[in-house]
């Protein structure tokens, strides 16, 4: 059993795929453990993206992270990190596999519809920053 952190992130909200996304999970057998929708300070998702920070797209990154809500979710199950990932698709929609969701509704790299922890590490740190210890139990 893994959990890891989901985000339908302001693109993803504004198309009204909140219920697609969360049906892709759950058809591939992951559970939603939490849920809520909030709207990221820029500061707040600058703290999200602190790894990214050295990066080009950080400054462009974050306004769009805190352009409107996401919905963020933990997702549970065998492997959930890695599968999350894979019903994801590839960061860049145009080397995303036909079928995930970045493919199927993504149009660009940095407006990719949906986020996923990648390690356990950092899936723990993900959770905590969306949620207490009392709304994932
Ligand atoms: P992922 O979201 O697949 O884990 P990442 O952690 O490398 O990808 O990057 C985080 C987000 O930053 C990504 O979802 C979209 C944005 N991003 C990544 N590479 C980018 C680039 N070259 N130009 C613009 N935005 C980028
Ligand atoms: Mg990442």
Redesign the pocket.
Known sequence: MERTLSIV?PDGVRKGLVGEVIRRFENAGLRVAALKRVALRKREAEAF?A??AE???FQ??TDFMSSGPVVAMVLEGENAIKRT?EI?G???PKDAVPGTIRADFAE?????IV??S?SPDNAAVEIAFFFSQREIQ
């Open positions: 992130k993206y790894v990214h990066k080009g797209f462009s990154l990932r994801m590839a960061t860049n660009e790299v940095e407006q990719n986020h996923g990648d």
